[in-house]
């Protein structure tokens, strides 16, 4: 099936990817479509929006829900690199909530070199909450940032919206073979909300990442650690009694050592080989 992509400039192109290949202009944030038309619709939401300096914001306000929210640098923001005081974690907690809530410092941070991956994850979260074409090009933009780190572009990717992109590009969002398959398989989850699918993707993700992290042992090993003497008086599973027990060594002076005899005799008794040497 052909595609079509548009590009942040507003230009309709017709892609020629091959299936699963990466297209030459989603490293500049290009989005894809799957018919011309919606590909020339959103064209001209980016047309419009560019001309008038807005960007759709999914927030109530005033003028109502979806009313266009100024991105024009109307307001400001010292990014935490800028900072010449140290922050609380109050303080801190209040930037970031504030980098997703106010559309007015979107730009300001997408365009900083010193925009850190927290706060660029934060613009992503307000993007993608805010919805609309126009706020997930934001969101991508925020993802692709040379500053947002590892960990934080592959979960930012877990949300539905931005499945599409990562898919195409798999590698540079950090995604393994097991995400992918992740996704796919949420994907055809019936009833699912776009919060609930996201959940259900991060919770995926990080089950096995602790299982990579904490691997169970093999029922060799397991079975070695129960039988393990530990300590001298415990074992894994209960407590039990040695049946050499140790021999006590009696407390000597500082800067002297026992002799290497009764090292090498505990040694033996406790891990079967020596110490020291």
Same mark, same amino acid.
């Given at each position: 099936m052909a595609r079509y992509h548009v590009r942040p400039d507003g230009s309709v192109g017709r892609c020629d990817a091959k299936e699963g290949g990466r297209c030459k202009f989603a490293s500049k944030g290009a989005l894809h479509f799957e018919s011309a038309a919606e590909a020339r619709d959103y064209a001209a939401e980016v047309l419009a929006h560019r001309s008038s300096g807005f960007v759709k914001g999914g927030a109530e306000s005033g003028s109502g829900a979806g009313a266009p929210v100024s991105a024009g640098g109307s307001s400001d923001v010292v990014l935490v690199a800028d900072r010449q005081e140290k922050m609380s974690m109050d303080e801190l907690f209040a930037h970031m909530a504030r980098l997703k809530d106010d559309p007015g410092v979107w730009e300001q941070v997408l365009s900083s070199p010193r925009a850190k991956s927290g706060e660029l994850a934060s613009v992503a979260d307000g993007a993608l909450a805010a919805g609309g074409r126009e706020n997930l090009q934001v969101a991508i933009r925020a993802v692709r940032h040379t500053n947002m780190g590892k960990f934080s572009r592959r979960t930012a990717m877990a949300h539905p919206d931005l499945w599409d992109e990562a898919l195409s590009d798999p590698g540079f969002y950090g995604w393994s073979d097991e995400d992918v398959r992740d996704v796919q398989e949420v994907s055809r989850e019936r009833?699912? %909300?776009?919060?609930?699918?996201?959940?259900?993707?991060?919770?995926?993700?990080?089950?096995?990442?602790?299982?990579?992290?904490?691997? %169970?042992?093999?029922?060799?090993?397991?079975?070695?650690?129960?039988?393990? %003497?530990?300590?001298?008086?415990?074992?894994?599973?209960?407590?039990?009694?040695?049946?050499?027990?140790?021999?006590?060594?009696?407390?000597?002076?500082?800067? %002297?050592?026992?002799?290497?005899a009764l090292i090498r005799e505990v040694s033996e008794r406790l891990w079967g080989g020596s110490v020291g040497e």
């Amino acid at each position: 099936m052909a595609r079509y992509h548009v590009r942040p400039d507003g230009s309709v192109g017709r892609c020629d990817a091959k299936e699963g290949g990466r297209c030459k202009f989603a490293s500049k944030g290009a989005l894809h479509f799957e018919s011309a038309a919606e590909a020339r619709d959103y064209a001209a939401e980016v047309l419009a929006h560019r001309s008038s300096g807005f960007v759709k914001g999914g927030a109530e306000s005033g003028s109502g829900a979806g009313a266009p929210v100024s991105a024009g640098g109307s307001s400001d923001v010292v990014l935490v690199a800028d900072r010449q005081e140290k922050m609380s974690m109050d303080e801190l907690f209040a930037h970031m909530a504030r980098l997703k809530d106010d559309p007015g410092v979107w730009e300001q941070v997408l365009s900083s070199p010193r925009a850190k991956s927290g706060e660029l994850a934060s613009v992503a979260d307000g993007a993608l909450a805010a919805g609309g074409r126009e706020n997930l090009q934001v969101a991508i933009r925020a993802v692709r940032h040379t500053n947002m780190g590892k960990f934080s572009r592959r979960t930012a990717m877990a949300h539905p919206d931005l499945w599409d992109e990562a898919l195409s590009d798999p590698g540079f969002y950090g995604w393994s073979d097991e995400d992918v398959r992740d996704v796919q398989e949420v994907s055809r989850e019936r009833g699912l %909300s776009d919060e609930d699918a996201r959940q259900r993707v991060l919770d995926r993700f990080r089950e096995r990442d602790m299982r990579e992290l904490f691997p %169970s042992p093999s029922r060799d090993e397991g079975r070695r650690m129960n039988n393990e %003497s530990m300590g001298g008086d415990y074992r894994l599973r209960g407590y039990m009694r040695v049946d050499t027990p140790f021999r006590k060594v009696e407390r000597l002076p500082p800067g %002297s050592l026992p002799d290497e005899a009764l090292i090498r005799e505990v040694s033996e008794r406790l891990w079967g080989g020596s110490v020291g040497e």
